[in-house]
């Protein structure tokens, strides 16, 4: 499985920005998808996920400001940011999670950066 992301860049506190992450490779072994951040300094940490069945979760932080969504006909999964804060600044990064007889495994898009100026 391979993830390429887009969509990030410089907004001003209180913007938007979507990123998009497309799937390819072994679709059929993804179980969840979703995105992950790390900001300078700080441990990467969970933004938000999907499960193949649209169950979502969402950091406490963001709840409210940031939709993930995901297409399976299409096999990508975007997240939508509204209300940006500088805090969110990061580099954000795309995430499957594999399940292959009966073994979990992660797989990482390259990172793309979101930078919110205040």
């Known amino acids: 499985v391979q993830l390429q992301a887009c969509g990030g860049g410089l907004v001003q506190a209180g913007g938007s920005l979507r990123l998009s992450c497309a799937a390819s490779g072994d679709i059929a072994s993804i179980n969840s998808m979703g995105w992950y951040r790390q900001a300078p300094g700080k441990q990467r940490e969970l933004v938000a996920i999907v499960t193949n069945t649209g169950n979502t979760n969402y950091a406490d932080s963001v709840k409210g400001r940031y939709t993930i969504s995901r297409d399976n006909a299409k096999n990508t999964v975007d997240l939508q940011m509204n209300s940006l804060k500088p805090e969110d600044t990061a580099v954000y990064y795309c995430?499957?999670?594999?399940?292959?007889?009966?073994?979990?495994?992660?797989?990482w898009g390259q990172g793309t950066l979101v930078t919110v100026s205040s």
């Open positions: 995430y499957a999670q594999r399940l292959r007889f009966g073994l979990r495994s992660s797989v």
